[in-house]
């Protein structure tokens, strides 16, 4: 299992480093629209990366297939 982890940490971590990183971009617009959308993307983006890793993990653990 906890090779599968690494494999799995290795793309998600990817996708979330080019998302934040996109979305920090959108920080620095004039626009007010421009802002909300960054948060948007930001706190949601890291969200799903700490449920994906963290708590999808744990429940797995306690619940899943063995």
């Not at 617009?29 to 706190?43: M, R, V």
């Not at 890793?53 to 306690?62: Q, R």
Request: aromatic content about 12%; some cysteine; hydrophobic content about 50%.
């Amino acid at each position: 299992m906890e090779k599968t982890y690494y494999n799995m940490a290795s793309s998600v971590l990817s996708g979330t480093i080019t998302t934040i990183g996109c979305g920090a971009f959108l920080f620095g617009g004039e626009l007010l629209t421009f802002n909300k959308f960054a948060i948007i993307i930001t706190s949601t983006i890291a969200a799903s990366f700490v449920v994906s890793m963290l708590l999808f993990g744990a429940v797995m653990h306690i619940m899943g297939p063995e």
